[in-house]
Nanobody, 127 residues
Framework: QVQLTESGGGLVQAGGSLRLSCAGS????????MGWFRQAPGKEREFVAA????????DHADSVKGRFTISRDNAKNTIYLQMNSLKPEDTAVYYC????????????????????WGQGTQVTVSS
C-alpha cells in the first residue's frame, strides 16, 4: 500500500526552526517529482517547495525563499523541508505529495500536478 508519512511538525516560537520529513512506503519514489504544500485554516492549499526526481532541480515559493529548503534522500525514500526563521504566517498543516507519472527533468508547483498526498503535519508558530 502506497503511503507518505509526514513528521517533524510542532509548536515553535517565531524565529525558530523545524525540519519536516516525509517518508514513503509501499513503493520507491526515487524516480518521481515530489513537493511540499501547506494549508492554513480557511485558505486554499498552497505550494511551498518542490523537487525533481534527482533533487537537482528545486523551487520554493516566494514567501519562503531564503528561509525554507527542500531536499531529498532517494536511498531513504524520504524528502525533507528545513524551515528556518519561522513566522506566525507559516502556521499551517504541511503536506508532502508525489507525482506518480513518467519522470521528467523538472519539478511541479501545482496542487493538480500531484497524484498522492500524505496526511499532513501541523506547524504552529507563536509570536
Amino acid at each position: 500500500q502506497v503511503q507518505l508519512t509526514e513528521s517533524g511538525g510542532g509548536l515553535v516560537q517565531a524565529g525558530g526552526s523545524l525540519r519536516l520529513s516525509c517518508a514513503g512506503s509501499g513503493r520507491t519514489f526515487s524516480s518521481y517529482a515530489m513537493g511540499w504544500f501547506r494549508q492554513a485554516p480557511g485558505k486554499e492549499r498552497e505550494f511551498v517547495a518542490a523537487t525533481n526526481w534527482q533533487g537537482s532541480s528545486i523551487d520554493h515559493a516566494d514567501s519562503v525563499k531564503g528561509r525554507f529548503t527542500i531536499s531529498r534522500d532517494n536511498a531513504k525514500n524520504t524528502i525533507y523541508l528545513q524551515m528556518n526563521s519561522l513566522k506566525p504566517e507559516d502556521t499551517a498543516v504541511y503536506y508532502c505529495a508525489v507525482r506518480l507519472r513518467p519522470p521528467g527533468p523538472t519539478y511541479y508547483v501545482g496542487v493538480s500536478d500531484y497524484d498522492f498526498w500524505g496526511q499532513g503535519t501541523q506547524v504552529t508558530v507563536s509570536s
